[in-house]
């Protein structure tokens, strides 16, 4: 959440900074408001002055006595005067906190202008796609061929978009997690976490998922209690609540978490787009990044968590690129962030594979969640990153896309040979 004084003080800097990212417009509608509510604390405070001012004066005056019945007549109107008030700037101040929680994250400086992933700057490359004696096909295709991939029955269990491996195929989703979980804490310095699939709206909110997000969740109702609790869109945003309320010591950052999950979006408004196979399915695993900062830290953690991400595909020997998001597409949270897009001979083209943010103090203000300085003084909002090391499905698609042969089958990268000894090669299942 941006801080109010920044948007109080600096109005005009914000509606440009947030021009390409959307959102400006509710700023001056957030002045109105906030404006409103602070001549009603005027007011408040001015009607309390006045009524301690007379109670002093009667105390004084009628000592021993009775205070006139229009005196206390005329207290009694100045303290109803008040309560309606009180319940005015109560309404007040939830219509400021709800514009508030609306409004983006503005975008650092250094984030590239533009509106859309049109505009994302390319930073770097890595690896050479493979040249083919064959036309590749799509991941859908190669799993299916193989009999390994099976949306059909899928959307009877459940729904379309929806999947179900069988056998060595479950088992290579599975060996990738491991890969990556290894990876990111043996080399990397992160802690694994076990953590809720299942959350409560407040930590929905703090983590910026509501209210703007509401449309792409899936929610259960508790039959007994009634109450709501939401299925995770990604493990963020259980990691990033676990300090909500918190101050940590600024020596134990930054703090790197990592958790293997399920997670679950209902991909509302996508339909039409990425409908076969794996690619934007409503239950998805991933391997999360979490990092917790200072201000000082946090932007070269970010570099580092890129860099991080990247080791699983170079591990894999994926080619894949990195680009820059520009201020329209770096995400609602997000200060800065990358994306690292992986090669799909299929399809021809580069495709999202993780997506590494810096929410900067917006996370930390949100979840308010600070750290206190070494050398003592006032303690400061932690600065909250995340990003994908990496999505398991999408790697998966990588892999038969990048390593399918010309008879069907599908070789597996030398790196899964550890967690796979007795697995070479993706054959047709009998």
């Not at 207290?75 to 400021?96: E, N, P, S």
């Not at 036309?135 to 859908?140: I, L, M, R, S, T």
């Not at 239950?283 to 070269?300: G, R």
């Not at 990588?398 to 007795?422: C, K, M, S």
């Amino acid at each position: 959440m941006l801080d109010l004084r920044l948007v109080r003080e600096q109005p005009e800097a914000v509606e440009r900074a947030l021009a390409d990212k959307g959102g400006a417009a509710l700023i001056q509608e957030v002045l109105a408001r906030d404006a409103e509510r602070r001549r009603l604390i005027h007011q408040v405070e001015e009607l309390n002055a006045e009524r301690n001012r007379v109670s002093k004066e009667m105390g004084k005056k009628f000592a021993g006595g009775a205070v006139p019945a229009e005196v206390r007549e005329q207290m009694r109107a100045v303290a109803d005067q008040i309560k309606t008030l009180d319940a005015q700037l109560k309404d007040v101040d939830a219509a400021v906190q709800a514009l508030a929680l609306q409004i983006p994250n503005v975008p650092h400086p250094s984030v590239p202008p533009g509106k859309s992933d049109e505009n994302n700057v390319e930073v770097r490359r890595w690896g050479t796609p493979r040249e083919f004696t064959f036309a590749p096909k799509p991941h859908e295709e190669v799993g299916e061929g193989l009999g390994l991939l099976d949306m059909d029955r899928a959307a009877r269990i459940a729904k379309a978009r929806f999947a179900v491996l069988w056998g060595p195929l479950a088992r290579v989703e599975r060996a990738l997690a491991q890969l990556m979980l290894d990876l990111h804490t043996r080399e990397h310095g992160y802690t694994e976490l076990w953590v809720p699939h299942l959350v409560n709206g407040e930590t929905m909110l703090k983590t910026g998922q509501l209210p703007k997000f509401e449309e792409g969740l899936f929610k259960t109702v508790e039959a007994d209690e009634g109450r709501t609790l939401y299925l995770i869109p990604t493990s963020e945003v259980s990691l990033s609540a676990l300090h909500s309320g918190e101050v940590l010591p600024e020596r134990s950052l930054p703090r790197r978490y990592t958790a293997f999950t399920p997670c679950y979006r209902r991909e509302a408004g996508t339909y039409g787009k990425d409908m076969k196979g794996l690619f934007r399915n409503h239950q998805f695993d991933k391997v999360e990044l979490v990092k917790i900062a200072t201000p000082a830290q946090s932007y070269d953690e970010l570099e580092s968590m890129v860099r991080e991400a990247e080791t699983v595909l170079q591990r894999l020997a994926l080619p894949y690129r990195v680009v820059e998001r520009c201020a329209g597409d770096v995400g609602f949270s997000a200060a800065k962030g990358y994306d690292i897009e992986v090669w799909l001979p299929g399809q021809g083209r580069y495709r999202e594979i993780s997506s590494c943010s810096n929410y900067a103090d917006f996370g930390g203000r949100r979840l308010d969640l600070r750290f206190k300085p070494e050398g003592g003084g006032r303690g400061d909002f932690c600065h909250t990153l995340n990003g994908s090391g990496l999505a398991v499905g999408r790697t998966l698609i990588a892999v038969l896309e990048n390593y399918q042969e010309a008879d069907g089958t599908v070789p597996l990268p030398e790196a899964l040979r550890p967690y796979l000894p007795d697995l070479i090669r993706l054959t047709p299942r009998v």
